[in-house]
């Protein structure tokens, strides 16, 4: 048991990312997906369910209703019952870093068709969190995350360039993320094999606070939707 768990944290620390998969919960994630369809159909004034998610909220970001957008994203990722979920990683973290581990903050990425308002460029997160040491957690939320829909693509290893300081960021508007592009990233991208975060439904991925990371072009017909959950170690 000490070996599987060693060679977990080997791979883990080796290539900067390792993806879980088949283990979360499957009634807890129908919970999860139940709130979601709950919280945005009240923000969005109007009845949001798997057969429409994507179409509802498209109409949303093609009218620039980027408040209401926001206000459901917030009322979704900072819910009691979204925030609880995150035991379940917390305690599989635990387990396998043999750490203690807190969480820090919640969120949820959004793949949009046609647009690139929420997509992040190559970054790490250790910019956004300089003064805490951190792991991160991503997993598909109503469907499936793969190339085609946009999913994260990951420089495999590139964790092991530590915290790259000198970086650009890149905001293209007010309503836009930003991310802090790090000056040498032509050179990181010749150097690292890139690779792409594909995940079913139950899989998630743990991801170093200095892997390279970003946002891929959705190119299918619907939304892609990804809960994040971040920890510090303690």
Same mark, same amino acid.
């Given at each position: 048991?000490?070996?599987? *768990? ?34 945005? +159909? ?88 300089? +003064? ?15 190339? *085609? ?8 290893? +590139? ?76």
């Amino acid at each position: 048991m000490n070996q599987k *768990k060693n060679k977990f944290v080997e791979n883990y620390h080796n290539n900067g990312f390792y993806i879980v998969k088949k283990k979360i919960p499957l009634k807890q994630q129908n919970e999860l997906e139940n709130l979601f369809f709950s919280i945005y +159909s009240k923000k969005l004034k109007s009845n949001i369910n798997r057969s429409n998610y994507s179409k509802k909220i498209l109409e949303a970001e093609k009218n620039k209703n980027y408040d209401e957008l926001y206000l459901a994203f917030q009322s979704y990722t900072k819910h009691k019952k979204y925030l609880k979920f995150s035991d379940f990683f917390l305690k599989f973290l635990k387990n396998k870093f043999r750490k203690k581990v807190k969480l820090i903050n919640s969120g949820m990425a959004i793949g949009l068709n046609n647009s690139n308002r929420t997509s992040y460029k190559w970054h790490q997160e250790k910019p956004y969190y300089k +003064s805490k040491k951190t792991i991160h957690i991503q997993f598909p939320l109503l469907s499936n995350c793969n190339k *085609k829909n946009g999913t994260m693509s990951i420089l495999k290893g +590139s964790n092991k360039e530590g915290f790259l300081k000198n970086t650009i960021n890149i905001k293209k508007g007010k309503k836009f993320v930003n991310s802090q592009v790090p000056k040498n990233i032509k050179h990181l991208i010749k150097k690292y094999k890139e690779v792409s975060i594909d995940m079913q439904r139950l899989d998630f991925t743990i991801f170093d606070e200095n892997v390279l990371h970003k946002t891929n072009q959705n190119y299918s017909k619907k939304i892609r939707l990804a809960s994040i959950y971040r920890f510090q170690f303690i």
